[in-house]
């Protein structure tokens, strides 16, 4: 018998990242942006996307969205109302999405007829931060009422994202939300990230949500 | 609470990779953890153990690594540590910096196996970036 040691270098989540490279060029090579939306359960995910996927269709953009939950097909109800294609997938317990599950449920998509994907990931500031969907962007959400230090108490996802929006803004108020004191500790574990402010119950930053999706999905095609 | 996935996943790695070798048993699995790789290094011990059960890597030990962030900082034109993940700010100078250059590894380094006498292979595994594919992984 002989010991030897063995080097193997590999990330030990290098199966997922490879599903996620190649979810991500066929996504890419059918024109899409796909878009991760990370959050704490309850600061307005599925609010905000209801409202993003209504105003798409307004403007007569197209979109479909998954929706990531522990149980429950209640966010996908939610969602359809706005009229876009959206299916849930239920992870039976499990605290994130992997790139895996995104793929299966893309199965009977025509994917080419979308411009938009949106992947509303489970509701956990930690698990999902370490797994790769195939996405080009990753958005952060933050409530108002979750409090500005948020940031600081879970810096891995924030600093893993490349946008990071402020929901319920239009409770801020009542909630003495100090927005530059957020602000701050955003900018403080991810500096120079694009912040946005947005009400999805008065619509308020909409527009430049939207505005700033599709500056990001031009300079995606820039590129590819 | 996704250590427990992680711990599988390394397992499966690492057993992968000892099998290819013709090891009998894995005496230890060598890990990098950043510090921004969003997993908790207790968490990701307890859960080995119980990942190990009933593989090559039963009762082995795994070892630890922890790497700080590293940024680097454009003012000092120097590659700095930061001393804590809520301030991305040079530690020298205090300017921002966002250019991450170190801190979300989760990788397996190395694995110390017991091959059989007889076992002569090359030298097995990726000696290249850590974010290389095996063959195996290959569809």
Redesign the interface.
């Known amino acids: 018998?002989?010991?030897?040691?063995?080097?193997?270098?590999?990330?030990?989540?290098?199966?997922?990242?490879?599903i996620a490279r190649k979810l991500r060029e066929r996504l890419q090579a059918c024109g899409l942006l796909t878009i991760n939306l990370v959050s704490s359960p309850g600061s307005g995910k599925t609010a905000f996307l209801q409202r993003t996927l209504r105003t798409l269709r307004e403007e007569g953009k197209t979109a479909a969205a998954l929706v990531g939950d522990l149980a429950t097909d209640n966010d996908a109800r939610r969602l359809a109302e706005a009229g876009m294609p959206v299916k849930q997938i239920n992870t039976d317990g499990?605290?994130?999405l992997e790139a895996q599950m995104i793929s299966d449920h893309l199965a009977d998509w025509d994917l080419a007829s979308f411009e938009y994907l949106f992947i509303e990931n489970v509701g956990n500031l930690?698990?999902p931060?370490?797994y790769d969907l195939g996405e080009d962007v990753r958005v952060v959400l933050l409530s108002v009422t979750e409090g500005e230090d948020k940031p600081?108490k879970y810096?891995?996802?924030f600093?893993?994202a490349d946008i990071a929006v402020i929901t319920k803004m239009d409770l801020a108020e009542a909630c003495e939300f100090d927005l530059e004191a957020a602000r701050a500790n955003i900018?403080?574990?991810?500096?120079?990230?694009q912040i946005l402010t947005t009400s999805a119950k008065t619509g308020a930053g909409m527009s430049e949500w939207l505005a700033c999706l599709s500056q990001q999905k031009q300079a995606r095609c820039a590129v590819v | 609470m996704h250590e427990l996935s992680i711990a599988y996943s390394l397992v499966d790695l690492a057993s992968q990779s000892a099998i290819e070798a013709g090891a009998t048993r894995v005496n230890s699995v060598h890990v990098r953890l950043g510090a921004l790789a969003g997993v908790v290094r207790g968490a990701l011990e307890f859960s080995y153990e119980i990942a190990c059960a009933g593989t090559l890597l039963e009762g082995s030990t795994l070892v630890v690594k922890e790497l700080p962030v590293r940024v680097y900082c454009a003012a000092c034109d120097m590659e700095v540590e930061l001393p804590s993940v809520q301030r991305f700010c040079c530690p020298r100078c205090d300017t921002p910096s966002g250019d991450l250059r170190q801190g979300r590894e989760l990788d397996i380094e190395a694995i110390e196996i017991d091959v059989p006498g007889d076992v002569k292979g090359e030298e097995h595994g990726n000696t290249g970036a850590t974010d290389s594919q095996g063959d195996s992984e290959q569809k």
């Open positions: 018998m002989e010991t030897r040691v063995l080097q193997i270098r590999k990330g030990i989540l290098n199966k997922n990242d490879e499990r605290c994130h930690v698990c931060s370490s600081l810096p891995n996802i600093n893993s900018q403080s574990v991810r500096p120079g990230m």
